[in-house]
């Protein structure tokens, strides 16, 4: 069975630019997470998604949005790339709405995004 | 609102050392609660959880965390660490809301030949 995928595996932007990250979940899995693994930060929770709809976000600006599509997949868009930004980017689904019920998250490898 | 403390941003044991990685937390109602792994350029790995059954839960690798509630504590032990144990943990907590899951910010876990 495939595990959570995640694209590309490395991004470098410049300051200004946009960045997509892209994340496919396991199959079956509605929900679906984004962290930022920043230097120094640990993970911070960004967004959540279920059903195609956002349910929950972080503490973050609103340049970081993101959409889940039919198929359960999830797009996580960076606007106006700041040097902070750079860090790794997880993601994770789950079966069931709220994680840590009796069930548990599967992370993919993340996308490691760099802002130069 | 929830949180995770992990208490030593680095710990060093030796190979056949017993392995003692702490984490409180804070939850307004029963959480749940997990212990990740997560080895160099990889994604994390659930090690175990807690989901308000038994208190002592055992995990994969050998590992195993006691729920204390009276110490709101949840830490992570091994009998004998393995050069392979080497990575950075994180602990979790839900309080089964809408905040998905908060995580400490990990101890490195560094094994001394």
């Known amino acids: 069975e495939a595990g959570v995928t995640q694209s590309p595996t490395h991004l470098i932007k410049t300051r200004g630019q946009q960045a997509t990250l892209r994340c496919s979940p396991i199959?079956?899995?509605?929900?679906v997470y984004w962290y930022q693994q920043a230097l120094g930060l640990g993970l911070q929770f960004l967004l959540w998604?279920?059903?195609?709809?956002?349910?929950n976000r972080g503490n973050f600006p609103p340049r970081f949005s993101g959409r889940q599509f039919p198929n359960y997949s999830s797009e996580l868009n960076v606007n106006a790339l700041e040097l902070e930004d750079s860090a790794l980017y997880l993601c994770?689904?789950?079966?069931?709405?709220?994680?840590?019920?009796?069930?548990?998250?599967?992370f993919g490898q993340g996308t490691r995004l760099t802002v130069v | 609102a929830q949180s995770v403390t992990q208490l030593g941003s680095h710990v060093s044991v030796s190979e056949g050392a017993l392995v003692l990685l702490r984490c409180n937390y804070s939850?307004?109602?029963?959480?749940?609660l997990f212990w990740y792994v997560q080895y160099p350029n990889q994604g994390l790995q659930l090690l175990l959880k807690?989901?308000?059954?038994?208190?002592l839960v055992k995990g994969i690798n050998g590992f195993e965390a006691e729920f204390k509630k009276s110490e709101t504590s949840f830490h992570l032990t091994k009998p004998s660490a393995h050069m392979s144990d080497a990575a950075e943990y994180f602990c979790?907590?839900?309080?089964?809301?809408?905040?998905?899951?908060?995580f400490g910010k990990g101890t490195h876990l560094i094994i001394q030949p």
């Open positions: 994770a689904s789950s079966l069931v709405i709220n994680m840590g019920a009796n069930t548990e998250a599967f």
């Open positions: 199959s079956g899995h509605t929900s």
């Open positions: 998604y279920d059903e195609g709809e956002e349910r």
């Open positions: 939850s307004s109602v029963p959480p749940y």
């Open positions: 807690y989901t308000s059954a038994a208190t």
């Open positions: 979790a907590v839900s309080d089964r809301g809408a905040d998905g899951l908060t």
